[in-house]
């Protein structure tokens, strides 16, 4: 363990009093039980009682069900009391959905490609507790049907309850204080709420290494056979060492998958700083890297069940460890990964024709279609890489030929794609360059141009930004390449790119469309985690399956705004690592104030910004006193005057006039922003008040 400061990588999770924790869904204890009844079928008398605690009792009155609402999202092994039986060969049945939409007499919602999955069934006697065997965890689940069979007999239940199965590393304890590390507020609720919610989800995403997907019908059960009855299901395949594991969905997949990490792992690092569990969810990618450098689509069981390999996904690995790195500070583990990292950057290389772009031969991606050639997405994702390749190949000080060889390969695949891959027509980037062209314009690819910074310039970069704004529908952003799709993932790099392109309330406003109308409020929703990916026209129907009820509506690659929010809009960024260095940048994007602050192993980090009447910016920051860092606003009119105050000394320096020339640059941004620096603050508490004319 490398050691940072004065505290080590690796210790227990640091805890420490945040606010706001009001708006935070984790559960302060495991045992959960419903928030209300949804619906009753058939006689039930004191349906309600079963939401009350221990003692109450419900008598299910011949055939009949009672549908439970907890009221949000949830995850675990269900129990409960038999007080009373009449007859003799009673059952009680038991089923989940995370939607409304798939409440059904039959059974839950669904895991695999076709049908639903089965009810848990128990044959009951008076007096006896039953409780869901360990496999039969459900990982995302809103609402509890019970289910009593027998015409003629009554059964009464009592002390129904769920004992919740996720991050099942925190002890009662932790759970009890609190696990939230960070937090996030401005003056918008929704906003907050969105914050939480993708903090949230990123919880349910968070299992046990032994409960992960059997995928017991890989290959068997698909959107082309006809199943008639409800399917058997359970989880109890171990996907990686270690006490937990971030997998990409509560319900499913329940397997590690390096894309859902990517939007997952910095949401985590704002909200919760759950770390280590991440380090053995990259282990079960990075062991099963074979002899070529080629890394796996998704983990166990099913990287090693199916030779899929994606382009993708195997650079998305690569820059979970870097960021994985960045957010611990752990130098140790970015050592002993280079090599392996390395052999993977040169697989991917190896795909790099002479056109200077990577021609893909591999359709696996995030599920979208036609990715294939001289690829706009995976050549952006490929530059990105290269570009973090070069940054940890200079903290680690390695200068071999073979690093060496990455900027020139970079900057080949920035021009060679802004020169055949660009249309100044649609200010968009095509799909690629295969002929007849194209008039595909994807969201992932243009997203990822501005991300990745492929575009080169900030004008190009808000020239996309603006076209891609345009084509949002009432839904939210589509992604053309994936049908007739809404992809809360690729959406989250979209979040970032109009940030990056200084068009913070495009931003600001996609988040309220996509996340907060649709995926928080409509009524089909869960009220507390993000749904996988959704139709333009608002059904709950996600292009590449063709089984509705099978939908993740806890997938943790849905979470973008959690991070991007924090990052950009409230602007607080480590920059090196752990926040050895920082920089705090906010966009507030039309909103007044934004507050945002999280923890490392280096101490806290916060921020508030606030927009002044005048026009000005008043930001406050707080960073660890060991670390340095800087402070960058962009405004737009006349700068008048620029104070920045060091609250622990008292010192403060007023620039006015000529001498704002040091900080004052303009930016090359068509959207005329101007920008200010403050650099070299030494960790500290600051405000920093910009003032215009
Ligand atoms: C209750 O009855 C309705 C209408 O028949 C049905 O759609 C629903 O699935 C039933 N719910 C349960 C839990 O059985
Ligand atoms: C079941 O409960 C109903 C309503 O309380 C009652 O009328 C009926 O007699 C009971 N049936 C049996 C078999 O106990
Ligand atoms: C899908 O299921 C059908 C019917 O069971 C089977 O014949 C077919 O091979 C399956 N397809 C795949 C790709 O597994
Ligand atoms: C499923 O049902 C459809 C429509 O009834 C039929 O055309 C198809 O052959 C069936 N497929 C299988 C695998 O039985
Ligand atoms: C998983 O659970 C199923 C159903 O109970 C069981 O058949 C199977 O043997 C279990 N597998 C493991 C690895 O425990
Ligand atoms: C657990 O770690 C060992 C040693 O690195 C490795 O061989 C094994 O594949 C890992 N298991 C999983 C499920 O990742
Ligand atoms: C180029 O893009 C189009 C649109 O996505 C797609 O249909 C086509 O298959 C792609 N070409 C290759 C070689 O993948
Ligand atoms: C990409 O590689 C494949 C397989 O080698 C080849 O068939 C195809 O023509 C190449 N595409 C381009 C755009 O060079
Ligand atoms: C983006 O790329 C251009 C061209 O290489 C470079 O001048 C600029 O500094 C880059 N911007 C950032 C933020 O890295
Ligand atoms: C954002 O939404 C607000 C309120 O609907 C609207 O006034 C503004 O023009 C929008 N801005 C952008 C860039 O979408
Ligand atoms: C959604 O959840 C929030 C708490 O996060 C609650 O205040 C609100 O009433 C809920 N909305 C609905 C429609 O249940
Ligand atoms: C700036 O904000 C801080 C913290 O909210 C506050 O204490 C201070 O008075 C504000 N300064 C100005 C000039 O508004």
């Not at 390969?409 to 020169?419: C, L, T, V």
């Not at 996600?542 to 991070?563: E, F, L, Q």
Request: aromatic share 10%.
């Amino acid at each position: 363990m490398k050691l940072l400061g004065l505290i080590t990588v690796g210790t227990t999770l640091v805890q420490a009093q945040v606010p706001y924790t009001e708006y935070v869904l984790t559960p302060r204890s495991r045992i959960l039980r419903p928030a209300s009844v949804y619906n009753v079928n058939g006689t039930v008398s004191n349906a309600e009682q079963l939401t009350t605690g221990t003692t109450a009792a419900t008598t299910f009155v011949g055939q009949s069900a009672v549908t439970y609402d907890f009221g949000k999202n949830v995850a675990g092994l269900v129990s409960f009391n038999v007080s009373d039986v009449s007859g003799q060969n009673d059952h009680i049945g038991i089923s989940f959905t995370e939607s409304s939409l798939w409440i059904s007499s039959e059974g839950c919602d669904a895991t695999a490609d076709s049908g639903i999955d089965e009810a848990l069934w128990w044959a009951v006697q008076p007096g006896m507790q039953y409780t869901a065997e360990k496999q039969y965890q459900r990982g995302g689940f809103r609402y509890l049907n019970v289910y009593h069979n027998d015409s003629t007999d009554n059964v009464t239940l009592a002390d129904l309850h769920v004992y919740y199965t996720a991050v099942p590393h925190y002890t009662d304890e932790q759970l009890a204080e609190g696990v939230q590390t960070g937090f996030f507020h401005c003056e918008d609720d929704q906003i907050n709420r969105v914050w939480y919610a993708g903090a949230y989800t990123n919880e349910l995403c968070t299992i046990d290494p032994t409960a992960g997907n059997s995928l017991i019908y890989l290959g068997e059960v698909n959107s082309t056979s006809n199943i008639t009855e409800p399917l058997p299901w359970y989880n109890n395949y171990t996907i990686s060492n270690g006490t937990a594991v971030l997998v990409d969905g509560g319900k499913r997949d329940r397997l590690v998958w390096p894309g859902d990490i990517l939007i997952s792992q910095p949401g985590i690092f704002v909200s919760t700083y759950d770390m280590e569990m991440l380090r053995d969810s990259l282990d079960s990618l990075l062991v099963l890297q074979n002899t070529s450098g080629a890394l796996p689509y998704a983990g166990r069981p099913f990287g090693t069940a199916l030779p899929v390999w994606s382009f993708t996904y195997h650079l998305h690995s690569l820059t979970d460890i870097y960021d994985y790195y960045l957010y611990t500070g752990n130098l140790s583990y970015l050592e002993q990964t280079w090599d392996i990292y390395k052999l993977a950057l040169n697989f991917s290389l190896s795909f790099v024709d002479d056109t200077g772009l990577a021609n893909v031969t591999t359709s696996a991606d995030w599920l979208r279609f036609g990715m294939g050639g001289h690829n706009i997405e995976a050549n952006a994702i490929l530059y990105y890489v290269l570009t973090t390749a070069i940054k940890i190949a200079n903290i680690l000080e390695d200068t071999s030929d073979f690093v060496e060889t990455w900027p020139m390969i970079a900057s080949q695949i920035r021009i060679a794609a802004n020169d055949r891959l660009w249309d100044s027509e649609l200010n968009l980037y095509r799909d690629n360059d295969t002929q007849p062209l194209t008039d595909l314009h994807p969201q992932d690819g243009n997203a990822w141009a501005i991300v990745s910074n492929l575009t080169g310039s900030t004008a190009r970069s808000s020239n996309v930004s603006r076209a891609l704004q345009a084509r949002w529908g009432p839904y939210g952003a589509p992604a053309p390449e994936a049908g007739s799709t809404v992809s809360p993932f690729i959406s989250g790099f979209e979040l970032q790119a109009h940030y990056l392109a200084g068009r913070p309330e495009a931003a600001v406003n996609l988040t309220k469309l996509m996340w907060g109308d649709f995926m928080l409020d409509d009524p089909r929703m869960t009220n507390s985690t993000f749904i996988e990916g959704y139709s333009t026209n608002g059904d709950l129907h996600y292009a590449p399956y063709s089984n509705d009820p099978r939908i993740s509506h806890a997938h943790g690659w849905a979470t973008g705004p959690t991070s991007t929010l924090t990052f950009f809009g409230a602007g607080l960024q480590v920059t090196s690592a752990a926040g050895q260095t920082w920089l705090v940048e906010p966009q507030l994007g039309g909103l007044q104030y934004i507050e945002a602050g999280y923890q490392t192993n280096l101490g806290s980090f916060s921020t508030s910004t606030r927009a002044m009447e005048d026009g000005g910016l008043n930001v406050t920051l707080s960073t660890p006193q060991s670390t340095s860092g800087e402070v960058r606003i962009r405004y737009h009119g006349t700068l008048a005057s620029l104070t920045v105050t060091n609250l622990d000394t008292g010192t403060m320096t007023r620039r006015s006039g000529e001498a704002l020339d040091v900080v004052k640059r303009q930016s090359s941004s068509s959207e005329d922003a101007q920008i200010v620096t403050v650099s070299d603050l030494q960790g500290g508490n600051y405000t920093v008040i910009l003032q215009l004319s």
